[in-house]
T-cell receptor
């Protein structure tokens, strides 16, 4: 089967750095994505890692370790607008490509 | 210049009714998806179509029937609605089997 685990909630202060971890178990693993979803909004794509290492996109970075079945999303210089839910998602090939989402981490950014 | 659009945005209906949700994308993508997001925000794939052909059909009751008249449209018809069908339904699209999916604004379905 496939499963993903990520913390349900994280709270951080404006201007700080926060890391949201994700561990997964899946067959046919291809890569790990991250999506952001504001309340009442649609998920929007943030990043994707297919290979081990760190990918940086502005204030956001994502890391993957395939051997540890682990990844994280790093948000720097937090802003109030970063308050949202963040989903890790595994891209797997099991008879066809499929994206399986984690349960999401609710990030609260405080002033 | 909406990329992925869904109608309606809100749908309130009674148990036992049949309803449809429409999705259109103008991104030129050839793969489209339906996801269900429950009250705990868990996002689960329901169906995926590539060039009008069904490629993923998760364990979804057969009361749910997707239809893709062309690669820019993917509609979802639900028969005999149940209370447990209340959720937000998201349509998404991607170029081929790309990892980057573009989501529509969602349809909040409430079954009373």
């Amino acid at each position: 089967g496939q499963s993903l685990e990520q913390p349900s909630e994280v709270t951080a202060v404006e201007g700080a750095i926060v890391q949201i971890n994700c561990t997964y178990q899946t067959s046919g693993f291809y890569g790990l994505s991250w999506y952001q979803q504001h309340d009442g909004g649609a998920p929007t794509f943030l990043s994707y890692n297919a290979l081990d290492g760190l990918e940086e996109t502005g204030r956001f970075s994502s890391f993957l370790s395939r051997s540890d079945s682990y990844g994280y999303l790093l948000l720097q210089e937090l802003q109030m607008k970063d308050s949202a839910s963040y989903f890790c998602a595994v891209r797997a090939h099991t008879g066809g490509f499929k994206t399986i989402f984690g349960a999401g981490t609710r990030l609260f950014v405080k002033a | 210049d909406t990329a992925v659009s869904q109608t309606p945005k809100y749908l309130v209906t009674q148990m036992g009714n049949d309803k449809s949700i429409k999705c259109e994308q103008n991104l030129g993508h050839d793969t489209m998806y339906w996801y269900k997001q429950d009250s705990k925000k868990f996002l689960k794939i329901m169906f995926s179509y590539n060039n009008k052909e069904l490629i993923i059909n998760e364990t979804v009751p057969n009361r749910f029937s997707p239809k893709s008249p062309d690669k820019a449209h993917l509609n979802l018809h639900i028969n005999s609605l149940e209370l447990g069908d209340s959720a937000v339904y998201f349509c998404a699209s991607s170029p081929g089997t790309s990892y980057e999916q573009y989501f529509g604004p969602g349809t909040r379905l409430t079954v009373t």
